[in-house]
């Protein structure tokens, strides 16, 4: 992992390697405190002891066989309200990295898993900090399954798995997946957020599709109509349409 050299202008130009640490995220936010954040740093590991997911979830990935890095990125020009926006771009950005990969079956289960076909190939976890009217600092935490091939979860899978198995190279990958990020990042910087909605929005797990749902009335069909400014989900259901949180909605699968 010390020889990646993305062919980007800014990200993965700086990269810490750590063989093994405790959470990518948490070490980029203690390089952040430390006046070390430099933007596009990466931090990347070869094994994560303490991963951490969303929802206070835990994140698992065997030693050596997974992307598992963290991005530090300065989106200043994102009012606080606007960080949906860098959410969507980092999801199309890897979604883009997958595609480039030879996979089908590619989407993106709000708010930003990866899934290929039914299952959980991938998660992002962005943890970002406010200064006054705009975003300080965002980490991105990546983890990808790129060639681990069995998994306790059963809606597990990895890049490898759904090539049809295979090793794929780590140092390589890593090098596109900068170049994906960088790009994707850049687009919303030069300020074509409306196109990144609209790519989200055709790449969403289960967009448009009736499918069942479990909220705090219990489950239900209902239809994926798209995502509010906040980037609250925004599902059709038997009765009326309603706006999501992550806590508050639940896709089931039969
Ligand atoms: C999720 O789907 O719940 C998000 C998972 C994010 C995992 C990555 S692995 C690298 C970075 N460091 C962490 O502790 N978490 C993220």
């Known amino acids: 992992m010390n020889k990646i050299q993305p062919k980007t202008l800014f990200v993965g130009k700086n990269i810490v390697y750590l063989p093994t640490c405790h959470s990518t995220n948490d070490i980029a936010s203690e390089k952040i405190q430390n006046g070390e954040g430099i933007d596009g740093t990466i931090v990347i590991t070869d094994h994560q002891t303490s991963g951490r997911g969303q929802r206070g979830n835990t994140w698992e990935a065997l030693k050596a066989q997974n992307i598992t890095m963290s991005l530090i990125l300065k989106p200043s020009f994102l009012r606080p309200s606007e960080q949906f926006d860098l959410s969507m771009a980092v999801s199309t950005g890897i979604y883009?990295?997958?595609?480039?990969?030879?996979?089908?079956?590619?989407?993106?289960?709000?708010?930003?898993?990866?899934y290929i076909n039914d299952k959980k190939a991938g998660g992002i976890l962005i943890?970002?900090?406010?200064?006054?009217?705009?975003?300080?600092?965002?980490?991105?935490?990546?983890?990808?399954?790129?060639?681990?091939?069995?998994?306790?979860?059963?809606?597990?899978?990895?890049?490898?798995?759904?090539?049809?198995?295979?090793?794929?190279?780590?140092?390589?990958?890593?090098?596109?997946?900068?170049?994906?990020?960088?790009?994707?990042?850049?687009?919303?910087?030069?300020?074509?957020?409306?196109?990144?909605?609209?790519?989200?929005?055709?790449?969403?797990?289960?967009?448009?599709?009736?499918?069942?749902?479990?909220?705090?009335?219990?489950?239900?069909?209902?239809?994926?109509?798209?995502?509010?400014?906040?980037?609250?989900?925004?599902?059709?259901?038997?009765?009326?349409e309603k706006s999501y949180d992550i806590k508050e909605i639940e896709y089931l699968f039969d």
């Open 127 to 240: 943890e970002s900090t406010i200064s006054g009217n705009s975003l300080n600092y965002s980490v991105i935490g990546i983890g990808l399954n790129i060639n681990q091939n069995s998994f306790s979860n059963p809606r597990a899978t990895s890049l490898s798995v759904e090539n049809g198995g295979g090793e794929m190279p780590l140092d390589r990958l890593v090098e596109q997946l900068c170049f994906y990020l960088e790009t994707a990042y850049l687009s919303l910087k030069n300020g074509h957020k409306d196109e990144i909605k609209k790519k989200y929005l055709e790449i969403m797990f289960r967009a448009g599709r009736l499918s069942r749902f479990k909220d705090e009335s219990g489950t239900f069909l209902g239809t994926i109509r798209g995502i509010d400014p906040a980037g609250k989900l925004i599902v059709e259901g038997e009765i009326a």
């Open 96 to 114: 883009q990295f997958f595609k480039a990969n030879g996979t089908e079956g590619v989407s993106i289960k709000w708010p930003n898993d990866i």
